[in-house]
């Protein structure tokens, strides 16, 4: 019998999300993907919302807890901001789309979202703090360049991670030319 880890599961999970939407998140179509029984599938998780939970806990701690581990790192705040920035891009697009419509109908899914907003929001305001600006001043240009970012997939769903990075140096470019460092 053919054996299935955890991360396996997860990265078939985000897979989907990317391919196919949230609606192509079931038992049946995962261990389809996988070629495995379900079983298989309850020998790792109580039911569908154990693994909705699990793949949402593996998604928070791949695109962003390890993405402030490997910027923390860095030695200096600018290139902790700029690292985070491009980690974001190159490790999600696709998949981070459709979690965020989908924790729009699954309160299991909009705990991780917020979580991960959240993280990402206060580090990079902090870096921000530690570039010299006022707590209120490093935490409005996060939450702004944030947005553009979040907006900008939602926007432009189509949009391949080369065009989105273009388009993040770009504005990266423009913010170091101005007073909003």
């Known amino acids: 019998m053919k054996k ?9 999970g985000l897979d989907v999300l990317a391919k196919d939407g949230f609606a192509r998140i079931t038992i ?7 070629q495995i029984t379900k079983g298989a599938f309850y020998h790792h998780f109580k039911n569908i919302d154990g693994y909705i939970d699990a793949l949402m806990k ?3 701690n791949q695109n962003t807890i390890q993405v402030i581990e490997e910027a923390d790192k ?3 705040a600018k290139e902790r901001i700029e690292f985070i920035g491009n ?15 989908w924790g729009f109908s699954s309160p299991i899914v909009k705990k991780y979202v ?5 993280l990402r929001i206060e580090y ?24 553009i970012f979040v907006g900008g997939q939602q926007l432009f769903p189509d949009m391949d991670k080369k065009e989105l990075e273009q ?9 170091q030319s101005s007073e909003l460092k």
């Open 58 to 60: 593996y998604w928070l």
């Open 114 to 118: 917020q979580q991960v907003d959240d």
């Open 28 to 34: 049946d179509n995962l261990c389809g993907l996988l």
């Open 167 to 175: 388009l993040y140096l770009f504005y990266c470019q423009k913010l």
């Open 74 to 76: 860095l030695p200096s």
């Open 124 to 147: 990079s305001t902090k870096q921000r703090v530690l570039l010299g600006l006022s707590e209120e001043e490093a935490k409005n240009i996060t939450v702004l360049e944030y947005a």
């Open 87 to 101: 980690a974001v891009i190159q490790r999600l697009h696709k998949s981070e789309q459709v979690i965020r419509a």
């Open 4 to 12: 299935v880890d955890k991360e396996q599961w997860f990265i078939v």
